[in-house]
RNA sequence: GGGGAGAUACCAAAGUGGCCAACUGGGGCAGACUGUAAAUCUGCUGGCGUACGCCUUCGUAGGUUCGAAUCCUGCUCUCCCCA
């Protein structure tokens, strides 16, 4: 994997840049569409191509090797073949589920002792079997197993954790450099740094992470229940440390202002599953604001679902008709809500982009994130 | 014409002397959601008040009772069966 820096800002630290992979190129600042168990729910791939136009997608250690299984994987020729889909993969290791699952599970020192949220089943993962199976799974992008404790954690914990999570990255690099690849095109592993909301702890992390000389870091353990400004802070010391010429992923962020601001200080690469999940239960990111398509405000407005609007939902479907849609429980209402805010995601990255590379990426930002507040 | 059953909040439907402003479901209204155990979950849904609370409700008009959605009588309406 390869990363080329096309422009820096002059008045923040965002930039612009080029991540080069096995399927593909990946423009920076990007934001990635989640599908967990190897689908961005209630979007066709096709639709994620030509409308959305999302240049790599998320899937799920956890999820993946639960179900369908490593074999069906290995034996459809990895994933990008299993789902159909030829642009790259990013896989997240199952780190989140160690806290998203946290009453399934037990930690220690070799790996994290889980239980099957689908049948209760007993597994096991460690740095070493998750960089294995990310291999069958055959993602371009690969992530560290980490411990990714609670935003309320303390700091003895935070401590604790963080010395667990550079133990396991360690054992993952080892693995992974032993390893090869199953399909023939290269893939590459991300560190991850932790330490909560503790900045010496965020420091030393991102000190550790930048020593190992991968292709690229991510930011983990933020947007877990610390406020926003809390979260700015630990991306700003950690990205005062990491290499300026590395990609930095800020996992599972965030809302629109969140992406702003953290392009602002410096982030290239966003993932979050806000755009499905909430669009699933009627909010909409759109350029007038944030709206809640159920809401009876909606039940006589026959303007497009976002005058503005990139993808072709947009201006073809109705608020008042998408509102019925989902009144109605028509599955189809999810899938345009889902459409339409990916849609707005990637349109945000892109003229992110755009303002960076032409100088008007600040004022344009502190405008938009006024308007990206809830509409009452 | 004769016999029977029933009328409860937006709808459906429990309740058959005090624990009833009234179970439950639907509908309606609003909220939550950040590396997806989520096309999920939560709250409200007679009026006024943040709230203790107060006021008006169970077809309708009366009555019995300390007390009635619940018991009695008249009336109105609906449904079913027979002719």
Redesign the pocket.
Known sequence: MQFTINSLDTNSKARTGTIKTAHGEIPTPIFMP???VGS???INPRELEQDINAKII?G?TY?LYLRPGLEVIEAAGGLHKFISWDRPILT??G???V???A??RKLKPEGAHFRS?IDGSKHFFSPENVMDIQRVIGADII??F?E?PPGTATYDYAKKSLDLTENWLDRCIKRFDETEPLYNYEQTLFP?VQGCVYPDLRRRAAEFVATKNRDGY?I??L??GEP?EVMYQMVEVVNDILPIEKPRYL?????PD?ILEAIDRGVDMF????P???G????LFTSEGII?I????W?NDFSPIDPQGASFVDQRFTKAYLRHLF?S?E?LG??LASIHNLGFYLWLVGEARRRIEDGTFKGWKDQLVKKLV?RL
């Open positions: 989640v599908g967990t961005v729910k209630g998320l799920n999820h997240d290791s780190g989140y589920q806290f998203s699952l009453e399934n949220h992530m560290a980490d990714c991850i991510a983990g353990g947007s877990v926003a996992m599972g962020v965030g809302t969140n993932d979050c599953v806000m499905t999940r909430n699933r239960n009627g909010m809640n159920r809401n009876k405000r039940s009144i429980k599955m999810p899938q809830v």
